[in-house]
């Protein structure tokens, strides 16, 4: 018997939870690595809500997991040219916050 | 002896258990990631946070993608964040003021955003079905199905978005060469 695991909000719960962390951090935070593992938790976060959603859902069996795995295929994508970005941006400026990629303000 | 169903004292089974473990191994991990000023940790604890977020894909029933999520996020995307960081780190940055200006109205609109999800979630009627224990492992087959059914598209599109991502970052990443930054200079 399960009194939790065995419905679907508390994963949709835990998703939001994690969503909300992850946007927070990317408002947050000064260093542009750590703006790009905020993303990682927010496209992390709606994973799990697919997933969850997936195998909760019975006319969404497998289609869960299929979103989810195109997503992870994505964000391998997104962190490559995210961090190439951060890494050429670190070779002119030498500092990796984003509050200090100011040239096109002055 | 065989274990009892619902654990005495406390009446949630054991894959309750096993969820909140998950969950609270989770949530604590992300708010390591967010809040810790030195970013190498922020990097370990993202680790930290994907594989336990495996375990509970594995909870789900969905074991292709736990595998995955430890091939793809943790043995390469965290590898590639690690070493952006070791490339990135220099000796004034990482310490002092981790944080914008604007992080009073950054957590305020988190905990907007996390109140709005869970009113939502709680409120909507999501038609679904109820386990006794944890949802039953479908196999990769319904997986299958989906991704090479309906989502043939989509399936394509990624493989070539992931060529343009790899040719990309290459062409960002690579040092100019000498003499076409002299030539850019003159």
Do not use: C
Not at chain 1, 7 to 20: C, D, I, Q, R
Not at chain 2, 29 to 36: E, G, I, K, Q
Not at chain 2, 136 to 162: D, Q, R
């Amino acid at each position: 018997m399960s009194q939790i695991a065995g419905h679907l909000e508390p994963y949709l719960v835990l998703s939001g939870m994690l969503f909300a962390i992850g946007s927070f951090g990317f408002l947050a935070r000064r260093n542009a690595i750590s703006m790009l593992m905020s993303i990682e938790l927010m496209l992390n976060a709606v994973n799990l809500a697919a997933l969850a959603l997936g195998a909760f859902i019975p006319s969404l069996a497998g289609q869960g997991a299929a979103f989810a795995l195109l997503i992870i295929a994505v964000a391998a994508a997104e962190a490559t040219v995210g961090l190439a970005i951060v890494i050429a941006i670190f070779r002119n400026r030498k500092t990796p916050l984003v509050d200090e990629y100011d040239t096109m303000r002055q | 002896m065989p274990l009892p169903d619902v654990i005495p004292f406390i009446g949630l089974g054991w894959s309750d258990v096993l969820f909140l473990m998950l969950s609270g191994v989770v949530l604590a991990a992300a708010f390591a990631v967010v809040f810790s000023r030195d970013i190498i940790k922020s990097g370990l604890f993202l680790i930290l946070t994907l594989g336990a977020l495996a375990g509970i894909y594995v909870m789900l029933g969905a074991a292709i993608v736990a595998g995955a999520q430890v091939l793809v996020y943790i043995g390469a995307i965290s590898v590639l964040i690690l070493f952006a960081i070791m490339l990135t780190q220099t000796k004034v940055a990482p310490m002092k003021l981790a944080f914008q200006t604007q992080v009073a109205p950054a957590a305020l609109a988190a905990v907007l955003l996390a109140v709005l999800f869970g009113l939502a979630f709680g409120s909507t009627n999501w038609g679904s079905t109820v386990f006794t224990d944890t949802p039953a492992a479908t196999g990769t087959a319904p997986v299958a199905a989906a991704l090479f059914g309906p989502y043939l598209l989509a399936f394509e599109i990624a493989s070539v978005l992931i060529l343009a991502a790899v040719i990309g970052g290459l062409y960002l990443a690579m040092e100019p060469k000498a003499d076409e930054v002299s030539e850019e200079l003159q």
